[in-house]
């Protein structure tokens, strides 16, 4: 049996930064990962790095540069004639990427002295845990402490199996040998809604349905209604109000049967992608009697500090509640390696950043007006347009808009909403802001540089107080 004093399971985002963080702080740091890279070789990073976050963002720039060069090049006088896509070539620059990264994370387990296992974890009992895996006995590791970072997986859809040749989940959608000439997506989500964007751009026809019956119902109305007029006029169909009943393999692809309000109606597609959503990855973590809860969607039940009920054992990420999100993941970790290691540390979940990287980009951080509403919080509204900043008009970003609310009486920052180029970047000032507490008045009188598209959020900040400069305000 070998000792240590942090154990985490699984090496996602969550689980790799807390290793990483228990290590720095002095702990003797074990992890365990399943992972399997295509190489047959284990493979750090978790669905975040492998199947997720970073190889979609790759494909997103790859079909984004394709085309801006078909469709706008001639813009700037850049006569490129005949453009055309090598899917496999894009397809192995996405895995290269990925290698590279997680080769990256390997070296960084070594130089900080983690010992890894390729395998299994479960939980067996406080301070005990189980390490399986193929080609070899089973190992037993003791901790101190234990950190459960298993992640998550795709929701699949009864009567849909995913056979990631006619039917995919998110990770196969990845993996595409060809483009499909019809693409069928459920759900509107954030997957369903980057993925769709990928395929569209290089040349799918793309229907999204979706069940709700509007799109992004976490997002701002302003910011959602937007973003459904950018999509639709790029040539998404994105039906809302549709619920998928059944689908059926044909011979040349599969045909969806669904509820448009009560009109039963069904189309054929050549590829259908399900992305109705994420679980927690819990299954066989956990030995029945090693005192962890679940709850009913099959997550870890934890506290305001992520700790279980049982002495010693944390949850962190995907695996518990809240937004299923990379970068919560990662600092839920850090705080549990700090709270372990020097016993106190930190995480405002209500200012955790949310990000779609379609084209324009979608991102947001706390209320939405229509939360403010709810609460009967009084606040104000500053709006400025990316048509109206100069820089976005020199690089052909004029979509979208910024929207800053602030209490009325305090002035406070209490929500930030973004659609338009770079506003993953962007939001970060915003998120920086409201945690410092800051108010409208302090980002309106933060010197921006000029011309750059984060002068957007400065006037935005002006607006809440009826004083932009480059826009009309009323």
Request: hydrophobic share 45%; with cysteine.
């Amino acid at each position: 049996m070998s000792d240590f004093d942090v154990v985490v399971i699984g090496a996602g985002p969550g689980g790799y930064v807390a290793a990483i963080r228990c290590a720095q702080l002095g702990l003797k740091t074990a992890c365990i990962d399943r992972w399997v890279g295509k190489n047959g070789k284990p493979a750090v990073g978790g669905t975040c790095l492998n199947v997720g976050c970073i190889p979609s963002k790759a494909l997103l720039n790859s079909s984004e540069r394709y085309e801006d060069m078909r469709l706008h090049a001639a813009d700037h006088g850049i006569n490129s004639g005949d453009v055309s896509i090598d899917v496999e070539k894009m397809l192995a620059r996405k895995d290269k990427i990925v290698l590279e990264l997680t080769d990256g994370i390997s070296a960084l387990f070594k130089s900080n002295k983690i010992v890894f296992y390729a395998g299994h974890g479960c939980l067996v009992e406080a301070g005990t845990v189980r390490v399986s895996s193929e080609d070899q006995d089973d190992q037993t590791l003791a901790a101190k402490h234990v950190i459960l970072a298993s992640g998550s997986q795709p929701v699949q859809l009864p009567g849909m199996a995913v056979d990631n040749k006619t039917i995919f989940d998110s990770s196969g959608a990845l993996e595409f040998p060809t483009v499909p000439k019809t693409l069928g997506i459920i759900g509107a989500g954030v997957i369903g809604l980057e993925l769709g964007s990928v395929w569209r751009r290089l040349g799918a026809e793309v229907v999204i349905l979706e069940a709700a019956q509007s799109l992004l119902g976490s997002a701002d109305s302003m910011i959602a209604r937007e973003a459904k007029k950018q999509f639709s006029r790029q040539g998404l169909d994105i039906r809302l109000g549709c619920k998928v009943t059944q689908v059926d393999n044909t011979e040349n692809g599969c045909s969806i049967h669904y509820l448009d309000g009560e009109n039963n109606e069904s189309i054929g597609v050549e590829r259908l992608i399900v992305a109705v959503g994420r679980r927690p990855v819990t299954d066989g973590l956990l030995d029945s009697n090693c005192g962890v809860a679940l709850d009913d969607n099959g997550a870890v039940l934890v506290d305001a500090d992520c700790a279980t009920a049982v002495p010693g054992v944390w949850a962190i990420g995907d695996a518990v509640r809240g937004p299923m999100l990379a970068h919560k993941a990662s600092e839920e970790g850090i705080a549990v390696a700090e709270r372990i290691a020097v016993g106190s540390s930190n995480i405002d979940h209500s200012i955790i950043p949310w990000v779609i990287y379609t084209h324009p980009e979608i991102a947001w951080v706390g209320a939405t007006e229509e939360e403010l509403k709810a609460q009967e919080i009084p606040y104000t509204v500053g709006l400025f347009p990316f048509a109206a900043s100069g820089r976005a008009k020199a690089v052909d970003a004029t979509d979208g808009f910024i929207k800053i609310l602030a209490g009325r009486d305090s002035d406070q920052i209490l929500g930030a909403h973004m659609i338009g180029s770079q506003v993953s970047e962007l939001i970060n000032e915003a998120v920086l802001a409201m945690s410092m507490e800051a108010s409208a008045e302090d980002l309106a009188r933060t010197v921006h540089a000029h011309p750059t598209l984060a002068e957007a959020v400065h006037e935005a900040a002006l607006a809440a107080h009826g004083r932009a400069i480059h826009k009309v305000n009323r």
